[in-house]
């Protein structure tokens, strides 16, 4: 920390030169010593940064296919552990019955209980776990990321297993981002190609597909003003209440797995 701070010989002389300190424009941007932005425009030639191979090849999972989104019951109905969405980040632990269909316990519209599923896409583990959701409320097929708290699982929200797995094999197409589905449609979608994490578009790029993602999930009934906050905030295990991993759901307050079924 000692080369940062101040204006000093032997300090990283990363500096920005105000006329109003109350609007906080920058005149002068200096990096390194080296005038960069000058009243707006950009002086100084910025080299491309080149991200290695290893990087763009992190998201490590299969085709998917409707079965990866399924849980599995013998009975007409069965009561389910349900992450219950109280805003884009605090979640709370709720019970709800729910269908079966071939075995197959289904999402409900009319409760807007959505599947969630995580999965492990760096160590190629094919550790995953399948739950439920409530509280989303757009009408859409899926919405999938792979940025999120602690370990950047592969996370896909769902009303249909068909849009779940179209939206998980985007993913794994263009190795990591942020996409929408519905009826087997790409609505929306961020490409993350640097660790599945960061974007190598421009900031331009990245702000107009964040603007459009937000508007799509706006449009369609999310009722969330920052929706990409969802899937970034579900491992995060800092927080109440239920969060799910890879590895289970969990039960953050009595620090313990917790199964599917109630």
């Not at 109905?77 to 884009?88: C, D, F, L, P």
């Not at 316990?105 to 969630?116: C, E, G, L, P, R």
Request: hydrophobic share 45%; proline share 3%.
């Amino acid at each position: 920390g000692k080369d940062l701070g101040g204006i000093s010989p032997g300090k990283l002389a990363d500096i920005l030169v105000f006329d109003d300190l109350a609007k906080m424009k920058p005149r002068k941007i200096f990096v390194g010593g080296n005038l960069v932005v000058s009243n707006g425009t950009i002086v100084s030639q910025i080299k491309k940064y080149t991200v290695p191979k290893w990087m763009t090849k992190t998201v490590k999972l299969h085709k998917f296919s409707e079965d990866d989104f399924t849980v599995k019951s013998r009975d007409n109905t069965t009561n389910v552990n349900v992450i219950n969405m109280k805003t884009e980040i605090i979640t709370e632990k709720i019970n709800e019955n729910l269908s079966v269909k071939d075995g197959n316990v289904v999402a409900s519209a009319d409760k807007d209980i959505w599947k969630v599923a995580a999965f492990d896409r760096t160590f190629g583990t094919r550790k995953h776990t399948v739950g439920f959701l409530k509280n989303f409320a757009a009408k859409i097929g899926a919405f999938a990321s792979t940025w999120n708290f602690h370990e950047n699982n592969m996370l896909v929200i769902g009303s249909n297993e068909k849009d779940m797995a179209k939206a998980a094999n985007n993913l794994v197409n263009t190795q990591g981002g942020i996409v929408v589905v519905s009826e087997g449609k790409i609505l929306a979608s961020i490409p993350l190609q640097m660790a599945g994490i960061v974007s190598t578009n421009s900031f331009e790029t990245v702000s107009e597909n964040f603007e459009n993602l937000n508007a799509v999930l706006a449009d369609t009934g999310c009722k969330f003003k920052k929706p990409h906050l969802i899937p970034l905030f579900l491992p995060f295990l800092a927080l109440p209440d239920i969060r799910i991993l890879s590895t289970g759901l969990v039960d953050v307050k009595n620090r313990s797995f917790l199964s599917v079924f109630a």
